[in-house]
């Protein structure tokens, strides 16, 4: 088999074993839920990671924010590293753990939507963020490899894709993350 073969094959592997773990499963049935439900009352999602992470946040937010299937209207859901100035400027003043956390205090509610993303569930502002979202009443989900983390003590909701090897769980993440944003569509709009 050839190198690019057994890459693609590492990959469904891990996707085939996301498939069959019925917790998993239920997880995601969960968060949906929790989200749709959010939306129907006036809430937000709010999404933070780093690198890879801070990549797929922005890319769900905007999944929401814009459009996934349906021309529908917007949703509120915002990655918290989007803002440059406020980012630099926390994590000069503060400290770069300090830079979601912050933020969460400021804007996050009780019954919002916290995602937090980390392949390795320990990033520590990640981690802060996911505290200070469980002190507002918010609804914590969390996106981690197969140990979790820290971020498995914090999180309500925990995907943690079973894997350790940190491509394979952001492809894992994003997918997981589509068909969230997908069926939370569904749920909302129907098929307009």
């Known amino acids: 088999m050839s190198e690019v073969k057994q ?6 592997d891990v996707k085939l074993k996301l498939l069959n773990e019925p917790y998993l499963i239920d997880a995601i049935e969960k968060i949906t839920a929790e989200i749709t439900n959010a939306y129907r009352q006036d809430r937000k999602v709010l999404f933070c990671g780093n690198g890879g992470s801070a990549a797929d946040a922005q890319h769900l937010a905007a999944e929401l924010s814009g459009r996934f299937y349906l021309d529908r209207k917007p949703l509120f859901a915002e990655a918290l590293h989007v803002n440059t100035s406020y980012l630099t400027a926390v994590a000069n003043d503060y400290s770069y753990d300090e830079i979601y956390s912050r933020l969460i205090e400021a804007s996050g509610r009780n019954g919002d939507v916290l995602i937090g993303i980390s392949t390795s569930g ?47 769980i952001q492809e894992s993440h994003i997918l997981v993350g589509h068909i969230i944003c997908e069926l939370v569509e569904k749920n909302l709009f129907g098929n307009l």
């Not at 890459?7 to 469904?12: E, G, H, T």
């Not at 505290?131 to 490899?145: F, L, P, S």
């Open 7 to 12: 890459l693609i094959q590492k990959s469904i």
């Open 122 to 168: 320990n990033s520590k502002n990640v981690v802060r963020a996911l505290e200070t979202a469980n002190r507002a009443g918010m609804i914590t989900v969390g996106m981690t490899g197969e140990k979790g983390g820290k971020m498995k003590e914090l999180c309500q909701y925990l995907i943690n894709v079973p894997s350790n090897d940190t491509p394979r």
